[in-house]
């Protein structure tokens, strides 16, 4: 069984930054994709950011491109998401998730798992 644990969020100023870790455990052989969502209160689940096993292929939201920067460390099996420029409309709990093969099922929302989410507060 996967396990995805987030961790990195907090409370910080509008126009600051914050990293996002998200460390993975228990996968099986085999290559895997891994992105960001995340849920503001009163709104459904939105997609942020995702990235290949290789790093080389990264795909954002509109609303993370040129802020948000996703990354990966394959030998620590953790994923990054760097935020910066924060805005108070970021304000959510950011969700990490996983699937076997390319990123198209993490961009199209249906990942094979999710972490339980870290808190980001950005203050106005």
């Known amino acids: 069984q996967v396990q995805l644990v987030e961790s990195g969020g907090g409370l910080v100023q509008a126009g600051g930054s ?37 790093g080389a292929n990264t795909h954002y939201a509109d609303s993370a491109k040129g802020r948000f920067t996703i990354s990966r460390d394959n030998a620590r099996n953790t994923m990054y998401l760097q935020m910066n420029s924060l805005k108070h409309e970021d304000t959510a709990v950011y969700y990490c998730a996983d699937a076997p093969l390319g990123t198209q099922t993490i961009v199209a929302g249906r990942p094979n798992y999710w972490g339980q989410g870290t808190q980001v507060t950005v203050s106005a």
């Open 18 to 54: 914050l990293r996002l870790s998200c460390a993975a455990s228990g996968r099986s052989s085999g290559t895997y994709a891994m992105g960001w969502f995340r849920q503001a209160p009163g709104k459904e689940r939105e997609y942020v950011a995702a990235i290949n096993w290789s």
